[in-house]
């Protein structure tokens, strides 16, 4: 069994990142995407928010599975059996931070490979960070997030969140 892990924070998931767990998941056996917490950045949605909203998101791929976890990637892989971490590319000021993250889990785990899955075009300039902005001053994000998402923003935003 091939099985991979698209890890992020996904706060929130968007049109983005569906496209890359929808593409592992035609790569892998089975997919595992694991909402982990980047203690540098600002949350808007608590973990259990996150996936739900990413289990609605990834209800149509059958290998994919959603899970949190705490700690390191790499003790996540080892305990799932996970040889795999998938991550998407946007253009190369993403690269420098994922290189240097993929060195790392490969010093730390070095039967857990990285592979890097570049952006669609259409998605390379989106970020969860881009979108919470954009939709805390009500700017039209309709085209970037999956519809359940777009109603989540919505209510944060009425909630003055
Ligand atoms: O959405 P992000 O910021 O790309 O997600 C990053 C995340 C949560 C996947 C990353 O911070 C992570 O793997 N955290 C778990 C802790 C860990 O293993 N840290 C060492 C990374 S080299």
């Not at 790569?27 to 973990?47: H, I, Q």
């Not at 881009?130 to 359940?148: I, M, Q």
């Amino acid at each position: 069994m091939r099985r991979a892990v698209c890890p992020g924070s996904f706060d929130p998931v968007t049109n983005g990142h569906v496209d890359i767990i929808g593409r592992a998941s035609r790569l892998f056996d089975e997919v595992v995407v694991a909402t982990g917490t980047n203690p540098s950045k600002s949350r808007m949605f608590s973990p259990e928010e996150r996936l739900e909203m990413l289990r609605e998101a990834c209800a149509d791929l059958p290998n994919v599975r959603v899970q949190g976890f705490t700690g390191l990637l790499t003790t996540f892989c080892q305990e799932n059996d996970i040889h795999a971490v998938v991550k998407g590319l946007r253009a190369v000021s993403d690269f420098d931070y994922e290189l240097q993250m993929a060195q790392m889990n490969a010093s730390l785990a070095p039967e857990v490979e990285t592979v890097f899955v570049p952006t669609s075009p259409e998605f390379s300039f989106l970020a969860s960070s881009l979108v919470k902005e954009v939709a805390r001053f009500g700017g039209d994000v309709s085209g970037l997030v999956p519809p359940h998402v777009l109603a989540a923003l919505r209510a944060k935003r009425a909630e003055g969140a």
